[in-house]
Structures are given as structure tokens and as C-alpha cells.
């Protein structure tokens, strides 16, 4: 089956500056890749996703990359605010595993105000 | 739209118990699947229902079980409680919006073994 790294555990950064997250995955068959937030108390939220066939996606301050040959994505956060504080999982879909999502071990990301 | 629903939030057994948790997902989606979280293994894919049939299933005991009536409700049972079945219990419900399959989760329900 697929299989997902998430790097790095724990990142912090000051209020304003970018934070970035990194994703490998190992099932070239893979073509869906949702980033979802996950804060105290809470299940995890949707945040973010791209195909497998877009390189770059953007939604205000949060942008995605995608590298098929590579087979990593990444998340990209621009002028973090405190309230982006949480835990960020990713998570590959692919279409030899039916209908089945398989998860990035998350990232904690505190943003020091 | 209403989220997806978990009930209940919080659940405190003793060893050897048995569990329903039970979940409703958001209206018009036929898709359910439970995930286990745990501090030390993160999200564990239990099993996915479709139209009331279980479409896939991850590597747990067979204590866990899981269901889907025909108004795409669905419940997920432990029996023989152990220990190490503390966790967040996480109900998700998808859809094909367009070309992509995309999940929703729900709040979880938080169970403790005593």
C-alpha cells in the first residue's frame, strides 16, 4: 500500500514569517493529496488539496506544491498568524488503493507571536 | 450544510466492554470511514462503507466492526475493550466533488479504557 512521510514533527515560527511542510509519498499511483488542520479538541479540517495533475496550488496565505516525478508536496504558509497554531496532517489518495486515504504522521506548528 | 456528526463526544469503559460509536455524515454523502488516532501511531484507517457495504478495511482485530444503514448513518463497534483502544475515534464522510474524492471528518469520540 501507500506509504506517507511527514517532516518535520514540530516547527515553530514567529508571528509573520512562512512556515513549510514536506510530504513523500511512495505510490506513483497516487493522484490526490489533501492537507487537513487539526486543532485541539477538533477533528481534522480540510484545509487544502491538489490533483495529480497541478503542480501549484494557492488559497490566500496557504499554497501547495506538487513534484510527481519526485513524489513529494509540500505546504506552504505565508504570514503565520498565532491562530495557525495546530497540528497539520497530509495525506495521499490513490486510485490502486479504491477509495482508501493513507496519512502524513503530522507536523505541530506553533507560531510565536 | 451540517458537518459530520459524532456521537458520543466522550466515552469512559472498563477493559472487557463493549462500544457503538456512532456517526452521521454530511447530507448527500454515501461515503463513511473510521480512523483511529493515538499520539504514538497517528491516523489509522479502520474501514470504509459505501451504500451500506464495507468497501475496505485496514489492519485491525476483528473486536472492531462496523456498519452503514441505508441513510448512510454508520456506527463502528469494539468489543473485548482493551487498553490500548484509548483513542480519538474519527468518523469521515466523502464525495466526488467534480474529479476529486474529498473527506470531511468529524469531531471525534474520545474513549477511554479503564
Known amino acids: 500500500g501507500e506509504n506517507v512521510e511527514q517532516h518535520p514533527s514540530t516547527l515553530s515560527v514567529q508571528e509573520g514569517d512562512s512556515a513549510v511542510i514536506k510530504c513523500t509519498y511512495s505510490?506513483?499511483?497516487?493522484?490526490?493529496f489533501p492537507w487537513y488542520k487539526q486543532e485541539l479538541g477538533k477533528g481534522p479540517q480540510l484545509i487544502i488539496d491538489?490533483?495529480?495533475?497541478?503542480g501549484e496550488k494557492k488559497d490566500q496565505r496557504i499554497a501547495v506544491t506538487l513534484n510527481k516525478t519526485a513524489k513529494h508536496f509540500s505546504l506552504h504558509i505565508t504570514e503565520t498568524q498565532p491562530e495557525d497554531s495546530a497540528v497539520y496532517f497530509c495525506?495521499?489518495?490513490?486510485?490502486?488503493?479504491?477509495?482508501?486515504?493513507?496519512f502524513g504522521t503530522g507536523t505541530s506548528l506553533t507560531v510565536i507571536p | 450544510k451540517a458537518g459530520v456528526t459524532q456521537t458520543p463526544r466522550y466515552l469512559i469503559k472498563t477493559r472487557g466492554q463493549q462500544v457503538t460509536l456512532s456517526c452521521s455524515p454530511i447530507?448527500?454523502?454515501?461515503?463513511v470511514s473510521w480512523y483511529q488516532q493515538t499520539p504514538g501511531q497517528g491516523l489509522q484507517f479502520l474501514f470504509e462503507?459505501?451504500?451500506?457495504?464495507?468497501?475496505n478495511k485496514g489492519n485491525f482485530p476483528g473486536r472492531f466492526s462496523g456498519r452503514q444503514f441505508s441513510n448512510s448513518r454508520s456506527e463502528m463497534n469494539v468489543s473485548t475493550l482493551e487498553l490500548g483502544d484509548s483513542a480519538l475515534y474519527l468518523c469521515?464522510?466523502?464525495?466526488?466533488?467534480?474529479?476529486?474524492?474529498?473527506?470531511?471528518f468529524g469531531p471525534g469520540t474520545r474513549l477511554t479504557v479503564t
Open positions: 469521515a464522510s466523502s464525495f466526488w466533488a467534480g474529479v476529486t474524492y474529498e473527506q470531511y
Open positions: 505510490d506513483s499511483a497516487s493522484n490526490y
Open positions: 491538489i490533483r495529480s495533475n497541478v
Open positions: 495525506a495521499a489518495r490513490g486510485s490502486n488503493t479504491g477509495n482508501q486515504f493513507y
Open positions: 447530507s448527500g454523502h454515501r461515503s
Open positions: 462503507y459505501f451504500s451500506e457495504t464495507q468497501r
